[in-house]
């Protein structure tokens, strides 16, 4: 019978290039200004639509309060009032809102039975990040109208 062996010869050590020694930490250095753009943008996105939706919902609120609670020309002042506090207590919901930059106009339009509450709310919006391509300063309008219930 016929045996036969297998020799393996050892594989010879290579050096460490010393070109490939760094090459990471360039890849890294190159990647890293881009993931931060996008992060930083990601955040600055995240903050305007957390902030438009608070305001959206606080116009939301606002109208509903309004149009649930029919008031008179006696009455009217005292309406108005709360009803901005409902509003205000809405927009106290997110942190760190500053609610006195907001600017809250509620309305009544039409004459019954068509009439509305209107509640218009703005609010200024500033980026974090000062970007080339996008205004730094901007306001946020929302507009909410819903109708009378009797």
């Excluded at 609120?61 to 709360?82: I, K, N, Q, R, V």
Aim: aromatic content about 8%.
């Amino acid at each position: 019978m016929i045996t036969s062996r297998v020799i393996r010869h050892p594989r010879p050590q290579r050096a460490v290039d010393s070109r490939r020694s760094g090459i990471a930490a360039i890849e890294f250095a190159t990647v890293l200004p881009i993931l931060m753009t996008v992060l930083a943008g990601t955040a600055d996105y995240c903050r305007f639509a957390s902030t438009a939706m608070t305001v959206s919902n606080a116009a939301r609120c606002g109208a509903g309060y309004g149009c649930m609670h029919p008031y008179d020309t006696y009455t009217e002042a005292m309406f108005l009032s709360a009803c901005r506090q409902v509003v205000i207590n809405e927009l106290s919901t997110q942190p760190r809102f500053d609610v006195r930059k907001a600017t809250i106009t509620i309305e009544h339009l039409g004459v019954a039975p068509d009439d509305r509450s209107v509640v218009t709310i703005s609010y200024p919006f500033q980026t974090v990040i000062h970007w080339p391509f996008l205004p730094r300063e901007s306001t946020i309008v929302r507009k909410a109208a819903l109708p009378m219930v009797r």
